[in-house]
């Protein structure tokens, strides 16, 4: 069964530095996603991202945040200099229609 | 607008014995879907359930949606141990966007 593939698997960085989070999609999938879910809390929507471009953005998605899909198969998260309460499971998602999602087995984000 | 609530928010129960969690949520939808996490681990997608449906079956799971009262529920029949985890429900909102439950914990006692 296709699968979406995130690394790394977890992620120990220093606050204000960068960070970049992978995945890779569904090979025909059309529309990508990010979500991270902070220890014992809900899952929160960050970004979605449709041709190439996003189409929707949470208040969570500032400046420090974005997207790219570099090359037609990845799909990248950047923070650019990270806080401590960026601390969390970063989940990334994509999906055909639009429903049906299927979610990566997520990167667990440390910033110490 | 906070969607998706769950409740419990944690559930033991024996195993063989069946497991209910509802869901309710505030605004309209196009589908609402429940969701497996394996402690710390990744989302699994279990079931969607569209708006204009009213249960869905898969395995044994049951999904029901009553759009009137804006909940859902999701059954386990015949739990196992394998089925230990949290059950999240999910809405879209606009742009396809999930909103997402705080979610149940369910423990399936040996």
């Known amino acids: 069964e296709p699968e979406v593939t995130q690394t790394p698997s977890h992620q120990v960085t220093q606050m204000g530095q960068e960070v970049i989070l992978r995945c890779v999609p569904i090979?025909?999938?059309?529309?990508f996603y990010w979500y991270r879910q902070i220890l014992g809390q809900k899952v929160e929507f960050l970004v979605s991202f449709y041709n190439n471009e996003i189409s929707e953005k949470s208040e969570i998605f500032d400046d420090q945040f974005s997207v790219e899909r570099p090359d037609g198969s990845n799909f990248t998260l950047k923070i650019r200099s990270t806080k401590l309460e960026d601390s969390a499971m970063y989940f990334c998602?994509?999906?055909?229609?639009?429903?049906?999602?299927?979610f990566g087995s997520g990167t667990r984000l440390t910033v110490v | 607008s906070q969607q998706g609530e769950e409740d419990p928010q944690a559930l033991s129960i024996q195993e063989g014995e069946n497991a209910t969690m509802n869901c309710s949520y505030k605004?309209?939808?196009?589908?609402l879907q429940w969701y497996r996490q394996n402690s710390g681990r990744g989302l699994v997608h279990l079931i969607l359930i569209r708006s204009n449906e009213r249960e869905k079956h898969s395995g044994r799971l049951r999904v029901t949606l009553d759009t009137s009262k804006k909940s859902s529920s999701l059954l386990i029949t015949a739990s196992r141990a394998a089925d230990t985890a949290s059950y999240f429900c999910?809405?879209?909102?606009?742009?396809?966007?999930?909103?997402w439950g705080a979610g149940t914990k369910l423990i399936i006692k040996p």
């Open positions: 605004t309209s939808i196009n589908n």
């Open positions: 998602a994509s999906s055909g229609t639009g429903y049906g999602y299927t």
């Open positions: 999910a809405t879209d909102g606009s742009n396809y966007q999930l909103i």
């Open positions: 090979s025909n999938h059309l529309y």
